[in-house]
């Protein structure tokens, strides 16, 4: 195992190997710029190339891989991140500004996300098909059995450097299909961390590489044809864009959103509240289903905005490895200012800041805007920043009509207590997840996971994306007559 020490930078991980390079990445410290949280190394055209060739030649070997190994080894990594909890969480809220409790809490969830791929790698199954529906099919049956398709591309986003990328690696090695994995490059030491962990479960020589790279790298490898899938979560524009140059091979998609919330007259207000403030405002508001425009029925809209604002008003900004913080830094001062360029058009427009609205450096103070015209970009983009909207509504038809209103569809909370309106939420919203008494910001790693129009294409959740990462294969059994 080869870690980083205090003078050099951590080395990157290259088929089972420990590799530099001569192109230092230095790696910033959101809340603190003028300290930088550590450094790695950007892999060479050269490495990449040793990477994608070792990958093709392991998939010899993972794709025979027997369900008790790929457990094994997915058991072992889960059970060495749980033991280095403290570690990762801590060198996580470094590099990614996230405020220690949501980054001990990322912890846990790639704990679980890498045992619930030991848990699927050992029920990959198929079915049984009877093909007797005609005389001449007479005394045949199909069998059914999910096959890995090779090796695979990901690049994972620096918003959850350590579960986003868990969910490309641990379905990745449960079904038997290599990865070349591009962390990203604002926070890369997570994962390269998370590596020292696969190194030791015997994997396959080149079944795992993590390699931090430059755009021009990546770019190669969404079009390297060798991958049989590309999967990728990061900014729509970007994402849409690989689509087109991914030739042949499957592409997943998770993309950005501007996520609504319905708070309904009859819901529990206390609770909407509670969630909501956490939902806008966690992790600085940078999270692709963060709530980023609140739709309040005018019977209770008073009440509502009144305990909100008071919930904001009371919300801790500062230094994330602080436990009493609730929100720290902007990933850096480029999306702290664009975030203030974005808030000044909506003022410019006619709109109205309830509370917050000012950047200061890498944070931006969490923000509440009302009357807003929707064209502005507030309203019709991806915030990704500590911005909630808030707007009045007289009907739950309504609501559901203005939500719609996006190019985005991932998901959507709706509270509410009125059965009908939680059914007639979710047969009219367009979006990948309906969230009934809670907020769009909720996901647990089971479950499937992503959206609809520009939001994304396919679904991730340790099931979905096994899917995802297999070819069905039919055998015809015919009994001779």
Known sequence: MTVATATKPHPIYLAGRWVDSPDVLEVSNPADPDNPAGSTYHATSEQYEEA??????????TRKLPAYERGRILREISAGIKARREELGRLL???????????????????????????????????????????????????????????????????????????????????????????????PLTMLTVAEIVESTGLPAGAVSILPMTRELGDRMVEDDRFKLLTFTGSPSVGWRMKERAGKKKVVLELGGNAGVIVD???????????????????????????????????????????????????????????????????????????????????????????????DRNFFLPTVLTDVPTT???????????????????????????????????????????????????????????????IPTYRIDHMPYGGVKDSGLGREGLRWAIEDMTELRIMVLAQPA
């Not at 059995?145 to 579960?163: D, K, T, V, Y």
């Not at 996006?406 to 009125?418: E, P, R, Y």
């Open 93 to 187: 809220s470094l590099e990614a500004g996230k405020p220690i409790r949501d980054a001990l809490v990322e912890v846990d969830r790639a704990t679980l996300t890498f045992r619930l791929g030991a848990e699927e790698a050992e029920r990959i199954t198929g079915e049984l098909i009877p093909l007797d529906l005609m005389p001449a099919s007479k005394d045949r049956v199909g069998i059914t059995r999910r096959f890995p398709i090779g090796p695979i591309a990901a690049i994972s986003p620096f918003n959850f450097p350590l579960n986003l990328a868990a969910h490309k690696l641990a379905p990745a090695i449960a079904s038997g299909n290599p990865i070349v994995l591009k962390p990203p490059s604002k926070d």
């Open 376 to 438: 502005a970009q507030v309203c019709s983009n991806e915030a990704f920043a500590p911005l909630v909207v808030a707007f009045p509504f007289s009907d739950l038809g309504e609501a559901i009509a203005n939500v719609n209103d996006s190019m985005f569809g991932l998901q959507t909370g709706v509270f509410t207590n009125d059965l009908m309106g939680a059914w007639q939420a979710f047969n009219e919203l367009e979006v990948g997840g309906v969230i009934v008494n809670d």
């Open 265 to 359: 007259k009859t819901a529990d207000l206390d609770w909407a509240v509670k969630r909501t403030l956490i939902g806008g405002y966690g992790y600085a508001g940078q999270v692709c289903i963060s709530v980023q425009r609140m739709f309040v029925h005018e019977a209770i809209w008073d009440t509502f905005m009144d305990k909100f604002l008071a919930g904001v008003k009371n919300l801790k900004v500062g230094d994330p490895l602080d436990t009493t913080t609730d929100v720290g830094p902007m990933v850096d001062e480029h999306q702290a200012t664009r975030t203030q360029r974005w808030v000044d058009e909506a003022v410019a427009l006619g709109g109205k800041v309830l509370a917050g609205g000012k950047a």
């Open 52 to 61: 994608v060739t070792e990958a093709v030649d392991a998939f010899e070997e």
